[in-house]
């Protein structure tokens, strides 16, 4: 038993080291490329491929960031993403909350209603992005702010959908039926019930709506060109004939990640509560 202790003990020991160099690595492997492309964003173009490389440059500068945001229009870019993405993700959560409580609460149309929904995330958008084309063409949606809007709240409210369901379909019918008795209307029940009661899920959809309307690339380059372009498209910009521009591309890079990491902090505590809370509920 003398000899089994202190065994015990090293395996004890060992474990928050394990976890501590796992910790170490997942840090480097996701900092490291963040911290290289902040690195080019600021380094004179000359020391780019330098051998051996810059790893801190000696005369930092912001010449870059001006020429992504104004001389190539990252700017535009930035702002037309914002207007856009900010506005499908109110219509995604809105849509989704409605029609993930109408399936949950009143199995409107069965279950081939509620697999419909979700089965239009498997359509590629490359078998469905030529019909829209055309359709936009004809109706004078094309290179129009809400025509993008239209078309990234239809992207991602089947994922809405599916997310909120969850949380209605294991949400008490008690709750809202106490408030009926209470003298509440349907729509009451619905409101100062539900939609507080699913708070949480409806965040973290709205989180995830958000992200992927901020980084879609596909239907902005077929659906734009001129007035309503969104900042991944700006990224062609930066190669051409003449080579890549990685200075005014990493600045970019660098401000495009800003509005993700201040919304994923900001619903931090709302997005982890959604996904655990959606994930045992599904």
Request: hydrophobic share 55%; proline share 6%; net charge positive.
């Amino acid at each position: 038993m003398a000899a089994v202790a202190p065994a015990r003990r090293r395996k004890r020991r060992s474990v928050p080291i394990g976890r501590i160099l796992l910790l170490g690595f997942f840090l480097l492997f996701v900092l490291w490329p963040l911290y290289w492309m902040f690195n080019t964003s600021i380094k004179p173009s000359d020391d780019y491929l330098t051998v051996p490389p810059v790893w801190f440059p000696t005369a930092p500068t912001l010449v870059h960031y001006e020429a992504a945001l104004f001389a190539y229009r990252g700017l535009d870019g930035l702002i037309n993403s914002l207007i856009i993405s900010l506005s499908a993700t109110v219509l995604s959560a809105l849509f989704g909350t409605l029609m993930a409580y109408s399936l949950a609460r009143y199995n409107t149309g069965g279950q081939h209603l509620s697999f419909w929904v979700l089965s239009q995330r498997f359509l590629p958008p490359i078998g469905i992005v030529l019909p829209v084309f055309l359709i936009y063409r004809g109706v004078g949606l094309y290179d129009t702010h809400i025509g993008l809007i239209i078309a990234y709240t239809v992207f991602t409210l089947p994922v809405s959908v599916w997310m909120m369901f969850a949380y209605f379909r294991g949400m008490p019918k008690s709750m809202e039926e106490a408030a009926l008795v209470d003298g509440c209307t349907r729509w009451e029940a619905f409101w100062r019930v539900a939609v507080p009661l699913a708070a949480p899920g409806i965040v973290a959809a709205a989180v995830f709506a958000f992200i992927a309307c901020w980084t879609e690339f596909f239907f902005a380059l077929i659906l734009t060109s001129r007035t309503a372009f969104t900042l991944p498209t700006v990224f062609r910009a930066f190669i051409g004939f003449q080579g890549a521009q990685y200075g005014e591309a990493a600045a970019l890079a660098i401000v495009s990640l800003v509005p993700s990491i201040a919304l994923g902090v900001l619903a931090q505590r709302h997005l982890v509560r959604g996904l655990t809370l959606g994930a045992v509920r599904g």
